[in-house]
C-alpha cells in the first residue's frame, strides 16, 4: 500500500507570506500510463475538500494562481505564494497511482499567526 | 455545475446497516467520463476513501471495508448508494459524496457531507 507523508503538520504563516506543504510518498507515483496523478486538497473548516491542484502541478478551475504545484517521483509539494485569510484550512494531498484505489495524506494545518 | 446531495440517517445503532443516498444534479451519473464515489472523515481526522460505482454498476471497493460494503446505482434517479454493514463506533465520521474524473484521477466535486454517528 501507498502511504502519503505530510509535513509540516501545522503551518503557522503571517497573512501576505509564502506557505509551503511537502507530501512525500513511500513509493514512486508515476502511474504505468506515464502520468502522476498526485493532486490537492483544501478543506476549509466546516467545509467539504475542494480540488486545487491536479497530475502534480494543473490548477483546477477558478483556484487562485497563488496555488501553485510542483515535484516528481515520490517528493510532491503545494506552494501557496503570499496566504490570503481565506487560506486557513487543512490542505490534503491525493494519489491514484493505483486506481481505481487512492489514498489521501495526513494533511496539514494552515493558519494565520 | 454538477451538485452532489448525501441523505440518509444521522444516528445508526451499533451492528446495524448504515444507508446512506447521493443525489447528483446538474449533470448527468451516467457519464462514462467519471466515477463516482464515496469518501469518509471521522471526526477531527483526515479523508479516507471508502470506494467507486461507475454507472454500468462496476464497483471498486477499498479493502479493508470491502466485507461490509455494497454500493449501487439507480441511473433513471440519477442516484448512487452506499450501504455500510455490522457498523460500530469506528464508522462515525462524515461520509462525502463524490465525483472522480477519469482523465485526471482526482476528486473533482465533492458533497457537502453528512454526519453519520454510530451510538446505541
Known amino acids: 500500500d501507498i502511504v502519503m507523508t505530510q509535513t509540516p503538520l501545522s503551518s503557522p504563516v503571517t497573512l501576505g507570506q509564502p506557505a509551503s506543504i511537502s507530501c512525500t510518498s513511500s513509493q514512486s507515483l508515476v502511474h504505468s500510463d506515464g502520468n502522476t496523478y498526485l493532486s490537492w486538497l483544501q478543506q476549509r473548516p466546516g467545509q467539504p475538500p475542494r480540488l486545487l491542484i491536479y497530475?502534480?502541478?494543473n490548477r483546477f478551475s477558478g483556484v487562485p494562481d497563488r496555488f501553485s504545484g510542483s515535484g516528481a517521483g515520490t517528493d510532491f509539494t503545494l506552494k501557496i505564494s503570499r496566504v490570503e485569510a481565506e487560506d486557513v484550512g487543512i490542505y490534503y494531498c491525493?494519489?491514484?497511482?493505483?486506481?481505481?484505489?487512492?489514498?489521501f495524506g495526513g494533511g496539514t494545518k494552515v493558519e494565520i499567526k | 455545475q454538477v451538485q452532489l446531495q448525501e441523505s440518509g440517517p444521522g444516528l445508526v445503532k451499533p451492528s446495524q446497516t448504515l444507508s446512506l443516498t447521493c443525489t447528483v444534479s446538474?449533470?448527468?451519473?451516467?457519464?462514462?467520463?467519471?466515477?463516482w464515489s464515496w469518501i469518509r472523515q471521522p471526526p477531527g481526522k483526515g479523508l479516507e476513501w471508502i470506494g467507486y460505482?461507475?454507472?454500468?454498476?462496476?464497483?471498486y471497493y477499498n479493502p479493508s471495508l470491502k466485507s461490509r460494503l455494497t454500493m449501487s446505482v439507480d441511473t433513471s434517479k440519477n442516484q448512487f448508494s452506499l450501504k455500510l454493514s455490522s457498523v460500530t463506533a469506528a464508522d462515525t465520521a462524515v461520509y462525502y459524496c463524490?465525483?472522480?474524473?477519469?482523465?485526471?484521477?482526482?476528486?473533482?466535486?465533492w458533497g457537502q457531507g453528512t454526519l453519520v454517528t454510530v451510538s446505541s
Open positions: 497530475k502534480i502541478s
Open positions: 463524490a465525483r472522480t474524473v477519469n482523465e485526471f484521477l482526482t476528486v473533482n466535486s
Open positions: 460505482i461507475y454507472y454500468s454498476g462496476s464497483t
Open positions: 491525493m494519489e491514484a497511482t493505483q486506481f481505481p484505489r487512492i489514498t
Open positions: 446538474g449533470g448527468s451519473i451516467s457519464s462514462g467520463i467519471y466515477y
